[in-house]
């Protein structure tokens, strides 16, 4: 079954019962039993439930793998991965990261026991060079968030495997249609599916897939012992929202090639951060590890702060906002809001610089779009 048939057909059978070819939610917390020990499969909704199975069996079916679970945000997917380790294990992270997975590990597991450390992604070798003898899991996004970064998954795999790691990939920003990690050798894949897999910024989710049957089996009891899991409204929204995703990401991608070009030429933005570009260091890789290079696009104005702040003021149709992967766009000031977690010290090192912005391109016209950032960049001019 291809990719377009997949998000309309797997795992939404017609309820059987009715023959409705949208099946029902199940706005159910407990299940009748006929006696002791006697189920029709499910018990208690937050062991499980036929919506969450309908997503999750969707979610394992577009990324390639055996088994899905889903979870009340992307973060509580992401706490899921982090719980297959133990107090003295070390994980490696790609430094290029969204800002919250970095609170969550200095903040959270840092003081549980958890040894971190980074390695730069544009480092042939800084993965390999950053193992110890504690390693446990190699932790990467992308492209990363929020300088577009791509990283070989087929090399870093390869590395994992003979070290023996795990290798956890936060694929976000290239959903399904555009990248499948686990082929490329990941053993674990992890979303919000708040983003582009629901596309309508009115649900917060997250996920994860596995064809790891240890791996499987330990999440999904972490899935139920821990309970951070979405309600079957918040399922049900998800997944009417993937069966437009191809639709969708053909839209959000060619805007964005559009307005990346645009940029690209545009004497207020001194650099462009778009792996689709021809002259961008991952555009050979991209072309190669991904079917499309997404629609996330960052910049860096002339003019510093001044200029992002006139700039942001000034825009119509990109709304200031946290997230991304919604059909609207968004503009987004990583320093302030979804980088402030590192401290400037930390954002400086990792050239998070004071004038970058970040676009989540949406699928309005694009002509409006390109009119919209013209207007705002005529008055960033300092």
């Not at 870093?156 to 023996?164: F, I, P, Y």
Request: aromatic residues 8%; proline residues 6%; hydrophobic residues 40%.
């Amino acid at each position: 079954m291809r990719f377009e048939s997949k998000v309309i057909h797997a795992g939404q059978k017609p309820d059987p019962q009715t023959g409705a070819v949208i099946p029902p939610v199940y706005q159910t917390s407990t299940y009748r039993q006929d006696g002791i020990g006697k189920n029709a499969g499910y018990e208690y909704s937050r062991t499980d439930n036929p919506t969450r199975s309908r997503l999750q069996a969707l979610l394992a079916s577009l990324e390639g793998g055996r088994w899905g679970l889903a979870f009340a945000s992307g973060m509580a997917a992401s706490a899921a991965v982090f719980s297959l380790l133990k107090p003295g294990d070390h994980v490696i992270a790609g430094a290029d990261l969204y800002g919250g997975t970095y609170r969550f590990l200095e903040k959270v597991l840092v003081p549980w026991g958890l040894e971190v450390s980074y390695a730069d992604p544009d480092d042939g070798r800084g993965f390999e060079k950053a193992v110890k003898k504690n390693t446990r899991l190699i932790w990467v996004e992308t492209p990363t968030n929020p300088l577009l970064k791509v990283i070989d998954l087929g090399k870093l795999s390869g590395v994992a495997e003979h070290l023996n790691l795990l290798l956890a990939v936060d694929n976000t920003f290239a959903p399904p249609y555009l990248q499948k990690p686990l082929a490329c050798g990941a053993d674990l894949v992890v979303h919000s599916t708040t983003k582009y897999l629901s596309g309508h910024s009115d649900i917060i989710g997250g996920g994860l897939v596995t064809s790891n049957p240890n791996i499987h089996r330990r999440l999904k009891f972490y899935q139920n012992a821990a309970g951070a899991v979405p309600g079957p409204w918040d399922c049900w929204l998800t997944i009417r929202g993937m069966k437009t995703l191809p639709v969708r990401m053909r839209e959000h991608e060619k805007n964005a090639l559009f307005l990346a070009q645009y940029l690209h030429r545009h004497p207020q933005v001194a650099k462009v951060y778009y792996p689709g570009l021809p002259d961008s260091p991952y555009h050979a890789l991209a072309s190669r590890q991904m079917e499309g290079f997404g629609a996330m696009i960052s910049l860096e104005l002339e003019g510093g702060f001044r200029a992002v702040e006139r700039f942001v003021s000034r825009l119509k149709f990109f709304s200031l906002a946290e997230s991304l992967g919604g059909v609207e766009s968004l503009v987004c000031y990583p320093p302030a809001m979804t980088h402030a977690a590192f401290s400037p010290q930390q954002r400086a090192r990792r050239h998070i610089s004071d004038s970058l912005v970040r676009l989540s391109v949406g699928i309005e016209h694009k002509l409006d779009l390109r009119d919209d950032l013209a207007r705002a960049l005529a008055s960033s001019k300092v």
